[in-house]
């Protein structure tokens, strides 16, 4: 079965940092782009960033450049997301998503996706 299962989600106060993972089995890692998104309470699904399978992270939404970054294990089928300068509007449940293309994260075509982890920031 193939899947992808995120942790490391928390309850972190402003300012801090967390780093979830994204583990991945079932499929070829190595050739998949790797996809973080976030939906908050009450609000739509929106894409953090993504992924490629060269480990190269493209469309950064610019509420979090300069604090996210994304990172991939293809030796340990894993993909992080490391945060920093968190937030309270980054308060949301963490998703992550693979997509056949290597290169793309398209929010609407992923082929594989995770149930997500909460992630409160709050003082």
């Known amino acids: 079965q193939s899947q992808v299962v995120e942790s490391g989600g928390a309850l972190v106060q402003p300012g801090g940092s967390l780093r979830l993972s994204c583990a991945a089995s079932g499929f070829n890692f190595d050739t998949y782009a790797i996809g973080w998104f976030r939906q908050a309470p009450g609000k739509e699904r929106e894409r953090v960033l993504c992924i490629g399978r060269s480990g190269v992270s493209t469309d950064l939404d610019s509420d979090v450049l300069g604090r996210f970054s994304g990172s991939r294990s293809n030796a340990n089928n894993t993909a992080y997301l490391q945060m920093t300068g968190l937030k309270p509007e980054d308060t949301a449940v963490y998703h992550c998503?693979?997509?056949?293309?290597?290169?793309?994260?398209?929010?609407?075509?992923?082929?594989?996706w995770g149930k997500g982890t909460l992630v409160n920031v709050s003082s």
């Open positions: 998503a693979a997509h056949s293309s290597g290169f793309f994260c398209p929010s609407g075509g992923m082929n594989y």
